[in-house]
C-alpha cells in the first residue's frame, strides 16, 4: 500500500491515500449525519441550525466541521461544500459507508446507495427510528441546491403552520425532492461535513 508523503502527509489506510497535499488523490471522505431530534421550522436561524450540527458532532469526538444542509436567504445549499471537494470526495454515514458518490451527485438527481442508512449524531436509524414520526428533510432549496425563495420558514426562524419549507421524503433516496411541509412539522435535519478534520493545518 502508499506510505503518507514525507513532510507529515495525512495517511489513512482506510482510505488508502494520503489525505492532505496529495495531488490528484481524494482525502477522507465527507459525513452526512443528522441531528439527534426531529427539528420544526424554528432553528434560530441558519446559524441555530449550524450550531446545533456543531456542538452535536463535537459531543461525540468528530474533529471536522459540520453545517446545517440547509438554504437560507444568503446561503445555496451546494455551496457549503468548498469546489475543491464536491466532485472527488465521497459521502458518507456515520458508520463510513458511502451514501452518494460525490457531494455534486446530490444536485444532480443522485439517490442514495440501496441499504444505506443515515444515522443521527447519536446512532439511531434516521429512517427505521421513532425518534422522526416524520421521514421528512428540511432543505428549503430547489433540486439543484439553489435557495428557494420563500421556501425556508422565514430563514429557519419561524415554527408556524400556515408557513411551509422545501423538505424530501427520506424513502425517496433523494435529499431534494420538492414538498412542502408545514413550518410546524418536526422534520429530520442533516449536518454535512464542509472541511475533514485533518485537514485542517
Same mark, same amino acid.
Given at each position: 500500500?502508499?506510505?503518507?508523503?514525507?513532510?507529515?502527509?495525512?495517511?489513512?489506510?482506510?482510505?488508502?491515500?494520503?489525505?492532505?497535499?496529495?495531488?490528484?488523490?481524494?482525502?477522507?471522505?465527507?459525513?452526512?449525519?443528522?441531528?439527534?431530534?426531529?427539528?420544526?421550522?424554528?432553528?434560530?436561524?441558519?446559524?441555530?441550525?449550524?450550531?446545533?450540527?456543531?456542538?452535536?458532532?463535537?459531543?461525540?469526538?468528530?474533529?471536522?466541521?459540520?453545517?446545517?444542509?440547509?438554504? @437560507?436567504? *444568503? $446561503?445555496?445549499?451546494?455551496?457549503?461544500?468548498?469546489?475543491?471537494?464536491?466532485?472527488?470526495? %465521497?459521502? !458518507?454515514? +456515520?458508520?463510513?459507508?458511502?451514501?452518494?458518490?460525490?457531494?455534486?451527485?446530490?444536485?444532480?438527481?443522485?439517490?442514495?446507495?440501496?441499504?444505506?442508512?443515515?444515522?443521527?449524531?447519536?446512532?439511531?436509524?434516521?429512517?427505521?427510528?421513532?425518534?422522526?414520526p416524520e421521514k421528512m428533510v428540511w432543505h428549503g432549496s430547489t433540486s439543484r441546491g439553489e435557495r428557494h425563495v420563500d421556501s425556508f420558514c422565514?430563514?429557519?426562524?419561524?415554527?408556524?403552520?400556515?408557513?411551509?419549507?422545501?423538505? @424530501?421524503? *427520506? $424513502?425517496?433516496?433523494?435529499?431534494?425532492?420538492?414538498?412542502?411541509?408545514?413550518?410546524?412539522? %418536526?422534520? !429530520?435535519? +442533516?449536518?454535512?461535513?464542509?472541511?475533514?478534520?485533518?485537514?485542517?493545518r
Amino acid at each position: 500500500g502508499e506510505k503518507g508523503e514525507p513532510g507529515g502527509g495525512y495517511y489513512d489506510p482506510r482510505y488508502g491515500g494520503s489525505g492532505v497535499g496529495a495531488p490528484g488523490v481524494p482525502g477522507p471522505p465527507l459525513h452526512l449525519i443528522a441531528l439527534n431530534s426531529p427539528q420544526t421550522g424554528s432553528m434560530r436561524g441558519i446559524r441555530g441550525a449550524d450550531f446545533l450540527c456543531f456542538t452535536q458532532a463535537q459531543g461525540i469526538g468528530m474533529k471536522g466541521t459540520f453545517r446545517a444542509f440547509l438554504s @437560507s436567504r *444568503l $446561503q445555496d445549499l451546494h455551496s457549503i461544500v468548498r469546489k475543491t471537494d464536491r466532485q472527488n470526495l %465521497s459521502v !458518507v454515514n +456515520l458508520k463510513d459507508e458511502v451514501l452518494f458518490d460525490s457531494w455534486d451527485d446530490i444536485f444532480s438527481g443522485g439517490r442514495m446507495k440501496e441499504n444505506v442508512s443515515i444515522y443521527s449524531f447519536d446512532g439511531k436509524d434516521v429512517l427505521h427510528d421513532n425518534t422522526w414520526p416524520e421521514k421528512m428533510v428540511w432543505h428549503g432549496s430547489t433540486s439543484r441546491g439553489e435557495r428557494h425563495v420563500d421556501s425556508f420558514c422565514e430563514t429557519w426562524r419561524v415554527g408556524e403552520h400556515a408557513l411551509t419549507g422545501m423538505a @424530501s421524503p *427520506l $424513502q425517496s433516496g433523494s435529499l431534494l425532492q420538492q414538498s412542502s411541509s408545514s413550518c410546524s412539522s %418536526s422534520n !429530520v435535519v +442533516l449536518c454535512i461535513e464542509n472541511s475533514a478534520g485533518h485537514s485542517r493545518r
